[in-house]
């Protein structure tokens, strides 16, 4: 990767996390708002780590988990947030 590339990259990932902060974040303000309390539904999806899948050697244990969890609000801002890298890197 070049330093263009490397440069994009982390512009992309900058405003991925921003999407996704601030989606969190208009999901919680709004949980309890009648009417866009939807904004704040979430699904999730994984391995549950509440009961993790287990691999046992004896000498030691590892535990495997991993949810991802998303809401309706962090798919709009994500979305949103690509939208206007795009056009930021023009």
């Known amino acids: 990767m070049n330093g263009g590339g490397l440069k994009k990259a982390i512009i992309f990932l900058i405003f991925l996390m921003g999407g996704i902060v601030v989606g969190t974040a208009v999901a919680e303000l709004l949980k309890d ?3 866009l309390n939807i ?10 780590t509440d009961a ?13 988990g991993f949810t991802l ?9 994500i979305i949103a947030a690509l939208i206007i890298q795009s056009k930021v890197l023009k």
């Open 39 to 48: 904004l704040s539904q979430t699904w999730s999806v994984g391995l549950s």
């Open 52 to 64: 993790p899948a287990v691999l046992d050697l004896i000498v030691f244990k590892v535990a495997f």
């Open 69 to 77: 969890s998303v809401s309706v609000s962090q798919i709009i801002f």
């Open 33 to 35: 708002v009648p009417g």
